[in-house]
């Protein structure tokens, strides 16, 4: 059971790495929406410190939004995925690969180059690692949720609009704790209940989003 | 009994062995659009019928009995409409993902339908929750919107219909319109405790001086009555438009069967 997730994450992280453009584009991304916001409200310091979470946390959300679709799709066009389905074990692990996959490729390198955005932001050390850490073990989540968005958007029109309609509510919780964790690390409190809280939205979302994310695949497989 | 006679009796039910299960049975053949549609269309004027009489009502004691609120004055009244609707929101909601849940348990037919005909009534439930909340912080407490846990997990809410709404009427075969808008009511039903609760958390650590919407002063009794009766109302008008909807999706996906053909052309005579 073990091998088969192992086997699709080393796939698709192997196919994710020859094609590089894909994986740092999405990081451009991140770092071009966190570049914005200091031109649109001015580069005061203090108001960049005090926006620094939720801007660096809304771009994680939006970076991760933009590499969902690629999650299924090429699978899907090329016959893969079918033949996922017809594999004689449960669909759910193959899916649980590939989320594992997918935060392989997007959110570890978002919770590597999140600190140096946060240095931008001028945010202090101690903030700067929470900020890694909760991006870190909040990004498996992302991963989750959006692989059932990304399956119940596969192949329609439009798909890219509609998922960010039914992945970014799903999101908020996540991005209440994650920017929660920093916003109290930077005040000088204690962020471990913030953590604790995306460390379990991470589990939940690993642990039941493949089942939820198969389901729709196999809906969209029919 | 055995299970093997359980399993039989709806079949010998005529004989008159066990009425009450063949008053189930019985009940099971509505599941079926074609024998729903009449029946829908029966039930119909009688929720409009209720929705009517329990506004009026409704309407009469929060309009005329209820007295003015020593601290809100008039503009209270509002409430009336308010708390209704958010009411209706949310569980309209919980119903969709039931009918969602047995759609996809029990792949039937009929319970896809009804869920997409709620979704467009919760929506406009939500829509109006929130508007006459702006209408009514506006002179409470002088400001259109506050960043309330309440206010935004409604607001979400009705991102939630939106999005059931759109991934529905994006997909063009029906019956997997239907199991995608299914799952995706379900993951919502679940995630909505977690969105509420994560709001409240942000709300209390990043609000500083504002308004509280827990602590309100103990209701009149006849404020509730009002209040009861108006969400009656809605309850009752949201009954009728759902049916209403479902009857027009029912025509419109069994258009290749026979007794719609033979519907149609009956109408048509007359």
Same mark, same amino acid.
């Given at each position: 059971?073990?091998?088969?997730?192992?086997?699709?994450?080393?796939?698709?992280?192997?196919?994710?790495?020859?094609?590089?453009?894909?994986?740092?584009?999405?990081?451009?991304?991140?770092?071009?929406?966190?570049?914005?916001?200091?031109?649109?409200?001015?580069?005061?310091?203090?108001?960049?410190?005090?926006?620094?979470?939720?801007?660096?946390?809304?771009?994680?959300?939006?970076?991760?939004?933009?590499?969902?679709?690629?999650?299924?799709?090429?699978?899907?066009?090329?016959?893969?995925?079918?033949?996922?389905?017809?594999?004689?074990?449960?669909?759910?692990?193959?899916?649980?690969?590939?989320?594992?996959?997918?935060?392989?490729?997007?959110?570890?390198?978002?919770?590597?180059?999140?600190?140096?955005?946060?240095?931008?932001?001028?945010?202090?050390?101690?903030?700067?690692?929470?900020?890694?850490?909760?991006?870190?073990?909040?990004?498996?989540?992302?991963?989750?949720?959006?692989?059932?968005?990304?399956?119940?958007?596969?192949?329609?029109?439009?798909?890219?609009?509609?998922?960010?309609?039914?992945?970014?509510?799903?999101?908020?919780?996540?991005?209440?704790?994650?920017?929660?964790?920093?916003?109290?690390?930077?005040?000088?409190?204690?962020?471990?209940?913030?953590?604790?809280?995306?460390?379990?939205?991470?589990?939940?979302?690993?642990?039941?989003?493949?089942?939820?994310?198969?389901?729709?695949?196999?809906?969209?497989?029919? | 009994?055995?299970?093997?006679?359980?399993?039989?009796?709806?079949?010998?039910?005529?004989?008159?062995?066990?009425?009450?299960?063949?008053?189930?049975? $019985?009940?099971?053949?509505?599941?079926?659009?074609?024998?729903?549609?009449?029946?829908?269309?029966?039930?119909?004027?009688?929720?409009?019928?209720?929705?009517?009489?329990?506004?009026?009502?409704?309407?009469?004691?929060?309009?005329?009995?209820?007295?003015?609120?020593?601290?809100?004055?008039?503009?209270?009244?509002?409430?009336?409409? $308010?708390?209704?609707?958010?009411?209706?929101?949310?569980?309209?909601?919980?119903?969709?993902?039931?009918?969602?849940?047995?759609?996809?348990?029990?792949?039937?037919?009929?319970?896809?339908?009804?869920?997409?005909?709620?979704?467009?009534?919760?929506?406009?439930?939500?829509?109006?929750?929130?508007?006459?909340?702006?209408?009514?912080?506006?002179?409470?407490?002088?400001?259109?919107?506050?960043?309330?846990?309440?206010?935004?997990?409604?607001?979400?809410?009705?991102?939630?219909?939106?999005?059931?709404?759109?991934?529905?009427?994006?997909?063009?075969?029906?019956?997997?319109?239907?199991?995608?808008?299914?799952?995706?009511?379900?993951?919502?039903?679940?995630?909505?405790?977690?969105?509420?609760?994560?709001?409240?958390?942000?709300?209390?650590?990043?609000?500083?001086?504002?308004?509280?919407?827990?602590?309100?002063?103990?209701?009149?009794?006849?404020?509730?009555?009002?209040?009861?009766?108006?969400?009656?109302?809605?309850?009752?008008?949201?009954?009728?438009?759902?049916?209403?909807?479902?009857?027009?999706?029912?025509?419109?996906?069994?258009?290749?069967?026979?007794?719609?053909?033979?519907?149609?052309?009956?109408?048509?005579?007359?």
């Amino acid at each position: 059971m073990l091998r088969v997730v192992l086997h699709v994450i080393a796939r698709d992280v192997r196919l994710a790495l020859r094609r590089p453009a894909d994986v740092c584009s999405t990081l451009f991304f991140f770092m071009l929406v966190a570049s914005l916001f200091p031109l649109g409200v001015g580069p005061e310091t203090e108001v960049l410190r005090r926006l620094a979470p939720g801007v660096i946390w809304v771009g994680a959300l939006l970076a991760t939004l933009l590499s969902l679709p690629r999650m299924f799709a090429e699978d899907f066009y090329d016959g893969t995925l079918e033949q996922l389905a017809l594999a004689p074990y449960p669909l759910g692990l193959a899916v649980l690969g590939k989320t594992l996959a997918h935060w392989l490729v997007s959110g570890l390198p978002l919770a590597l180059i999140a600190p140096l955005l946060g240095l931008q932001f001028d945010l202090p050390p101690e903030a700067l690692m929470i900020l890694a850490f909760a991006v870190f073990i909040g990004t498996p989540a992302l991963s989750g949720i959006g692989a059932i968005g990304a399956a119940l958007t596969l192949g329609l029109r439009g798909g890219g609009v509609l998922l960010s309609l039914l992945v970014l509510p799903l999101y908020i919780s996540v991005l209440v704790f994650g920017a929660g964790a920093v916003d109290a690390a930077a005040g000088g409190l204690d962020p471990a209940a913030h953590l604790f809280f995306l460390a379990a939205l991470a589990v939940g979302g690993l642990a039941f989003a493949p089942w939820a994310a198969a389901a729709a695949l196999r809906i969209a497989l029919e | 009994m055995t299970a093997h006679e359980r399993r039989t009796i709806p079949f010998e039910g005529k004989n008159g062995n066990n009425a009450r299960m063949t008053s189930f049975t $019985h009940l099971y053949k509505f599941s079926a659009p074609a024998a729903f549609y009449p029946l829908a269309g029966r039930l119909i004027p009688w929720f409009w019928g209720l929705a009517a009489l329990f506004g009026a009502i409704g309407l009469w004691l929060g309009l005329a009995v209820a007295p003015t609120d020593f601290q809100q004055g008039e503009g209270y009244r509002i409430i009336f409409v $308010h708390v209704g609707a958010s009411w209706m929101s949310m569980f309209l909601y919980l119903i969709m993902a039931f009918w969602s849940a047995i759609g996809l348990a029990f792949n039937t037919r009929l319970s896809g339908m009804m869920a997409a005909a709620l979704a467009p009534t919760g929506a406009l439930f939500a829509f109006i929750s929130l508007w006459t909340g702006a209408l009514w912080g506006k002179p409470m407490w002088g400001t259109w919107w506050v960043w309330d846990a309440r206010l935004t997990s409604e607001l979400i809410l009705l991102f939630l219909y939106i999005g059931f709404i759109a991934l529905t009427r994006a997909i063009d075969d029906p019956r997997r319109a239907d199991r995608a808008g299914a799952v995706l009511a379900l993951v919502g039903v679940v995630n909505i405790p977690i969105i509420y609760f994560s709001v409240t958390w942000w709300n209390t650590l990043h609000q500083g001086a504002s308004v509280s919407l827990t602590k309100s002063p103990s209701m009149a009794a006849v404020m509730l009555w009002g209040m009861l009766f108006c969400a009656l109302a809605m309850w009752m008008y949201a009954i009728a438009v759902s049916l209403i909807r479902v009857r027009g999706i029912i025509l419109e996906r069994e258009r290749h069967a026979n007794w719609v053909k033979a519907l149609l052309l009956d109408r048509a005579k007359h």
